[in-house]
C-alpha cells in the first residue's frame, strides 16, 4: 500500500508500521481518488481480509470519508474532512501512546452533573 509523501517523511517507524485497517484502507482510496472499488479488489491490493475491509469501509461511510455507490467505495473529495481525520487519528493515537487510554468509565465517574454556567441552554 503506498502513503503520501507529507505521511512518509513526518511519520515514525511505529506510526507506519501500525497502521489500521481504516488507514490502510483510506489511504488506499486516496492514493487513487480517480477511481472506485469494490471491497474485494481493496482487500486484494492491501492484502487485507475482506471482512475487514467491509466493516472499515462502513465506519469510514459513517464518519463521511468515504462514498458508497452500488458495490463500489470511493474516498471522499471532501479534503478538509480527510485532512481532520488523519490530525484527529495521529493526535490520538500519539496522546494515547505517551499518556494511556481514557476510561470513560472513570471519567464520567469525575464528570460534572450540571453544565458549565457558560452552556447556553438549549430549551
Do not use: C
Amino acid at each position: 500500500m503506498s502513503i503520501d509523501r507529507e505521511t512518509f517523511e513526518n511519520a515514525s517507524e511505529n506510526e507506519l508500521a501500525g497502521l489500521s485497517t481504516p488507514d490502510q484502507v483510506l489511504g488506499f482510496l486516496v492514493a487513487h481518488d480517480d477511481r472506485a472499488f469494490k471491497a474485494r479488489e481493496i482487500a486484494s491490493q492491501t492484502e487485507l481480509d475482506e471482512g475487514t475491509v467491509s466493516t472499515a469501509l462502513s465506519r469510514l461511510k459513517d464518519r463521511g470519508l468515504v462514498e458508497h455507490k452500488a458495490t463500489y467505495w470511493a474516498a471522499t473529495d471532501d479534503t478538509a474532512r480527510l485532512e481532520t481525520y488523519s490530525g484527529y487519528e495521529r493526535a490520538t493515537t500519539l496522546f494515547n501512546d505517551r499518556l494511556g487510554e481514557e476510561d470513560r468509565a472513570e471519567w464520567r465517574e469525575h464528570a460534572p452533573s450540571e453544565p458549565h454556567p457558560s452552556v447556553e441552554d438549549e430549551s
